[in-house]
């Protein structure tokens, strides 16, 4: 395949950035996007020029670190698909593609497509754990839990903060992101001990830092390469009046 990129550069956060252009030619359809990106900067060391920065880990799907918007989709055109898992056979020999990094001001861009997702970690700081001591793990069986709650609590905890959703958010707000964090604790009795006040530290990091508010575009599901739902954003609402309504009761 011989395709067309359109790639932003941009040296830091303070400096201007640019699309440059670049074309490739014998890309296998069987590369995965980042291996062409691998294959791209491999022909600009040769030349002699500086290659393209993007942030990459596992390579399959889990960590989360290798978000891209491509032709205007956080992680391109698949659904439910990290960038890493994207194949070049997603798109089609003659092609121009347009790769950017996350946009959002709580997302500073480090350099060319790497961003600065930080905030994520400060948000988990502010309270996504089970702040107790918790020893080794238990038998399996001594909590008995509901298994469809056993099951919602699993749906939440695949999110792999890629930022994904704030990239999608026409506002960048965070929301699906500690939803999912609020409700992988609040939904088991490991983590109900701490959750009113778990929920309202981890939504008042996500208003410091910047993130924008939910306006139920549902933009951020879609683009989701987990699928996480929205109606983990109602859960962390109750959660949320909840611990507001019992904290200003005294209790």
Same mark, same amino acid.
């Given at each position: 395949?011989?395709?067309?990129?359109?790639?932003?550069?941009?040296?830091?956060?303070?400096?201007?950035g640019r699309f440059e252009d670049y074309?490739?030619?014998?890309?296998?359809?069987?590369?995965?996007?980042?291996?062409?990106?691998?294959?791209?900067?491999?022909?600009?060391?040769?030349?002699?020029?500086?290659?393209?920065?993007?942030?990459?880990?596992?390579?399959?799907?889990?960590?989360?670190?290798?978000?891209?918007?491509?032709?205007?989709? !956080?992680?391109?055109?698949?659904?439910?698909?990290?960038?890493?898992?994207?194949?070049?056979?997603?798109?089609?020999?003659?092609?121009?593609?347009?790769?950017?990094?996350?946009?959002?001001?709580?997302?500073?861009?480090?350099?060319?497509?790497?961003?600065?997702?930080?905030?994520?970690?400060?948000?988990?700081?502010?309270?996504?754990?089970?702040?107790?001591?918790?020893?080794?793990?238990?038998?399996?069986?001594?909590? !008995?839990?509901?298994?469809?709650?056993?099951?919602?609590?699993?749906?939440?905890?695949?999110?792999?903060?890629?930022?994904?959703?704030?990239?999608?958010?026409?506002?960048?707000?965070?929301?699906?992101?500690?939803?999912?964090?609020?409700?992988?604790?609040?939904?088991?009795?490991?983590?109900?001990?701490?959750?009113?006040?778990?929920?309202?530290?981890?939504?008042?990091?996500?208003?410091?830092?910047?993130?924008?508010?939910?306006?139920?575009?549902?933009?951020?599901?879609?683009?989701?390469?987990?699928?996480?739902?929205?109606?983990?954003?109602?859960?962390?609402?109750?959660?949320?009046?909840?611990?507001?309504?019992?904290?200003?009761?005294?209790?």
């Open positions: 395949m011989d395709i067309k990129l359109k790639i932003w550069r941009q040296k830091n956060a303070t400096t201007k074309e490739l030619s014998d890309v296998s359809p069987e590369m995965s996007f980042l291996e062409m990106l691998d294959y791209l900067n491999k022909q600009l060391i040769e030349e002699g020029k500086e290659p393209v920065t993007f942030e990459h880990d596992c390579r399959e799907g889990i960590c989360g670190t290798c978000g891209l918007y491509i032709n205007g989709r !956080p992680h391109g055109p698949q659904q439910h698909t990290t960038t890493c898992e994207l194949h070049m056979r997603a798109f089609k020999d003659g092609d121009t593609i347009v790769v950017e990094p996350w946009r959002s001001k709580a997302f500073p861009i480090i350099k060319d497509l790497a961003v600065d997702r930080s905030a994520f970690d400060k948000i988990m700081q502010a309270g996504g754990f089970v702040n107790i001591a918790t020893g080794s793990a238990p038998e399996a069986n001594s909590i !008995p839990i509901n298994k469809k709650i056993s099951d919602r609590a699993f749906d939440a905890s695949v999110c792999i903060g890629c930022g994904a959703c704030v990239a999608a958010c026409k506002n960048s707000s965070a929301m699906l992101f500690v939803a999912a964090k609020v409700s992988q604790f609040a939904l088991l009795p490991q983590g109900k001990v701490e959750a009113a006040d778990r929920v309202q530290r981890m939504v008042e990091k996500m208003d410091e830092l910047g993130f924008g508010f939910c306006s139920n575009t549902y933009a951020c599901e879609f683009d989701c390469p987990k699928g996480i739902s929205v109606e983990f954003i109602a859960q962390m609402n109750r959660e949320f009046l909840s611990a507001k309504l019992c904290s200003h009761k005294g209790h």
